[in-house]
């Protein structure tokens, strides 16, 4: 749905005071309650604003997406991803875990001379140890492979790499560029990225 002007800078107001009522809301805006009020009475409808008797309004937030919004899933992956942690096969568990709390993050890509091989996650690193690996044992012994992996095109929209987290169940994919020898890793794509995105749309409205 779009908003007038004078619409975005009520529900800006309310965002910023709620609760508030619909004198202060005019006020602010150097105009009449009696102005506003159409505004008020559709900001109410679609649920955007929530209104309580002698307290004022306060935010919902029930925006529905925007044609605006809707095009931004259009947009490509590379847009919104994030550096990837990249480690070589051989590299020992040990030092593995180590990157995961180092670099912060749950899953590691793979890689044999440069290129994508396999995807390590938390619970193959747990799982190995359940399995009587040792911390020597290479990454390259306990990881997911290809072609198994679920990758994607740098050039690929939010929405197609967006699906394949939601589809495998899985929390990061790898964002490659298609190279000669095999697949360089450019990026990740994870939920973190898609709650970011999520966040950033509503709240762009
Ligand atoms: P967690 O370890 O937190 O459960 P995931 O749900 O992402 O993490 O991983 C579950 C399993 O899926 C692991 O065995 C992992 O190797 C595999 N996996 C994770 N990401 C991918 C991917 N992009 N492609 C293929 N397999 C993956």
């Not at 102005?35 to 309580?52: N, S, Y």
């Not at 990157?99 to 190995?128: A, Q």
């Amino acid at each position: 749905m779009n908003f007038t002007a004078r619409q975005n800078k009520i529900i800006n107001i309310v965002k910023e005071f709620q609760p508030i009522t619909g004198e202060e809301i005019a006020s602010k805006l150097n105009l009449s309650r009696a102005t506003l009020r159409p505004d008020f009475t559709l900001l109410t409808m679609v649920e955007v604003l929530g209104a309580r008797p002698k307290v004022g309004y306060y935010y919902l937030g029930n925006h529905h997406l925007t044609n605006q919004n809707i095009k931004s899933l259009d947009m490509s992956v590379q847009e919104v991803m994030s550096l990837p942690i990249v480690t070589e096969e051989q590299t020992p568990i040990y030092d593995a875990i180590v990157s995961l709390f180092l670099e912060d993050v749950g899953t590691l890509f793979i890689t044999n001379g440069g290129f994508l091989t396999g995807v390590v996650s938390r619970k193959d690193l747990l799982r190995s140890f359940l399995g009587g690996q040792t911390e020597e044992t290479p990454v390259g012994v306990i990881m997911t492979r290809k072609p198994k992996i679920i990758m994607v095109d740098k050039e690929a929209s939010v929405l197609k790499a967006t699906k394949l987290i939601v589809d495998h169940g899985i929390d990061a994919i790898p964002v490659v560029s298609k190279e000669e020898g095999g697949d360089l890793v450019v990026g990740r794509y994870t939920k973190t990225n898609i709650a970011k995105l999520f966040v950033e749309l509503i709240e762009s409205n």
